[in-house]
């Protein structure tokens, strides 16, 4: 069974940095195209950043500068870093991994942001 957990989560200060994680179990990760997803309370799921299986990377403009997706085959886990977080940026955040006919979730992760 797939399994996609993301692990990085956590209450952080406007203005602080969060490392998210997503480990990939049971897939050929090197041949999906990942992606980070996020929902905040009362709102719709919205996707945030992707990168492809050629390590092609895209982001929503509100996050550009301010976040940075990366992945790393070898080790079946794609990262999002983030930076000078807003409190708009609180919500909670999928992972997701893509292919032409497969798609997975993970169960997500919360981040918080609140002085």
């Known amino acids: 069974q797939v399994q996609l957990v993301e692990s990085g989560g956590g209450l952080v200060q406007p203005g602080g940095s969060l490392r998210l994680s997503c480990a990939a179990s049971?897939?050929?990760?090197?041949?999906?195209?990942m992606g980070w997803y996020r929902q905040a309370p009362g709102k719709q799921r919205e996707l945030v950043a992707t990168?492809?299986?050629?390590?092609?990377?895209t982001y929503v403009d509100s996050v550009k500068a301010r976040f940075t997706i990366s992945r790393d085959d070898a080790k079946n886990t794609v990262y999002l870093q983030i930076n000078s977080l807003k409190p708009e940026d609180t919500a909670v955040y999928y992972c997701?991994?893509?292919?032409?006919?497969?798609?997975?979730w993970g169960p997500g992760t919360q981040v918080i942001v609140s002085s």
């Open positions: 997701n991994a893509r292919s032409s006919a497969l798609n997975y």
């Open positions: 049971r897939i050929i990760f090197s041949m999906y195209d």
């Open positions: 990168v492809t299986s050629g390590g092609t990377t």
